[in-house]
C-alpha cells in the first residue's frame, strides 16, 4: 500500500507592504534552482494566473532572454515584481509541432497568494496582521 506524503502548510503573516515583499521574495528566492510554483493576481486585468515556475536558468534553449535595456534587477526593485521562467509555456514552431517549453514572465510580489516551494505551501495573508491591542470598532 502507497503511503500519501503530507503536504507542510504555512502561512506568511506581514504588517507592511515592504515587509510582505520581502517575505514573498525570500520565498521564492528559496527554490533556488529547483521547481516551484506560485499563485498571484495579474496587474493588467487582476485575473488570477498560477504557474511553476524555476529560477537561475542560463541559456535555456527555447525561451527568449528578457529585454536587458538596464539591468534586470535594478527594474524588478523599482516595480517591485520577479522576473522567472515559466516552464509550462509550451514553445511551438511555424508548423505547430511542439519543440520546447518555457518563457520568461514577471511575479508581481504585492499580488502573490500562494507560493510552493520545496514540498511546502505558503498562503500569503490578504490583509496585513492587526497589531495586539487595536479594537475593531469604529470611534
Known amino acids: 500500500m502507497k503511503m500519501k506524503k503530507k503536504i507542510k502548510q504555512r502561512r506568511i503573516t506581514w504588517n507592511t507592504l515592504p515587509e510582505r515583499i520581502k517575505k514573498v521574495r525570500g520565498k521564492i528566492e528559496s527554490a533556488g534552482n529547483t521547481i516551484g510554483a506560485v499563485c498571484f493576481e495579474k496587474r493588467t486585468d487582476e485575473t488570477q494566473r498560477c504557474m511553476s515556475f524555476r529560477l537561475h536558468v542560463k541559456n ?8 536587458q535595456d538596464l539591468n534586470r534587477r535594478d527594474i524588478d526593485r523599482e516595480n517591485l515584481q520577479m522576473t522567472v521562467l515559466d516552464v509550462d509555456k509550451v514553445i511551438r514552431n511555424t508548423k505547430g509541432k511542439i519543440i520546447g517549453r518555457g518563457a520568461y514572465r514577471t511575479i508581481p510580489l504585492e ?10 505551501v505558503y ?9 495586539a491591542g487595536s479594537s475593531t470598532a469604529p470611534q
Open 60 to 67: 535555456p534553449s527555447f525561451a527568449a532572454p528578457p529585454s
Open 111 to 120: 499580488n502573490v497568494h500562494r507560493v510552493s516551494v520545496k514540498g511546502v
Open 123 to 131: 498562503s500569503v495573508d490578504k490583509v496585513k496582521r492587526r497589531k
